[in-house]
């Protein structure tokens, strides 16, 4: 079997869209949180999400200790946090406004969705880590015109429904 060459492999997934969340969490009672594009609905019953942190993730190793984690979902109008929180570094939630969830976990205001999650399990996957979170509570809003923030070939943008 040949090797598959790596930036091929980079632009042909980038050919996949995916939703943008930002998992938060606590790190030593300090919120802290991290871009995701590789959330997952994982099982109804019982109900549980996972997520990849990549292995040199700033943000991931300080949250797990906690135990929980919350799944923010990303609304068409929020691209600024997706950028903001895939920075590396201290201080992303400065002039970031959250209130906190039934855990602690960090909600961001205007998030579109929230997913409140203990976690389950940890297992090493290649060059990440998959998190396995079981759910404790959940949110969204109900405005039906509100879209989500989608990540695709590199880029922002919006779901648009067809007619």
Avoid: Y
């Avoid at 300090?30 to 993730?57: C, N, Q, R």
């Avoid at 855990?103 to 290649?126: F, K, N, Q």
């Amino acid at each position: 079997m040949p090797d598959i060459d790596q930036a091929r492999f980079r632009k042909v997934l980038g050919h996949f869209p995916t939703g943008v969340t930002v998992v938060t969490g606590l790190d030593g009672g300090e919120p802290s949180g991290l871009t995701i594009g590789s959330f997952t609905s994982v099982s109804l019953d019982p109900p549980l999400v996972g997520f990849l942190a990549a292995k040199d993730s700033d943000s991931w190793p300080g949250i797990e200790p906690s135990g929980a984690f919350c799944v923010n979902v990303l609304g068409a109008e929020q691209g600024e946090l997706c950028w903001h929180f895939a920075k590396t570094g201290l201080g992303k939630f400065e002039g970031v406004p959250w209130h906190p969830s039934p855990l602690g976990s960090p909600i961001l205001d205007g998030a579109i969705a929230w997913i409140d999650c203990r976690i389950e399990a940890v297992h090493e996957m290649g060059d990440h880590w998959f998190v396995l979170g079981r759910v404790v509570a959940l949110d969204h809003v109900e405005d039906f015109e509100v879209h989500p923030l989608l990540f695709f070939r590199g880029s922002l943008g919006r779901f648009l429904a067809h007619s």
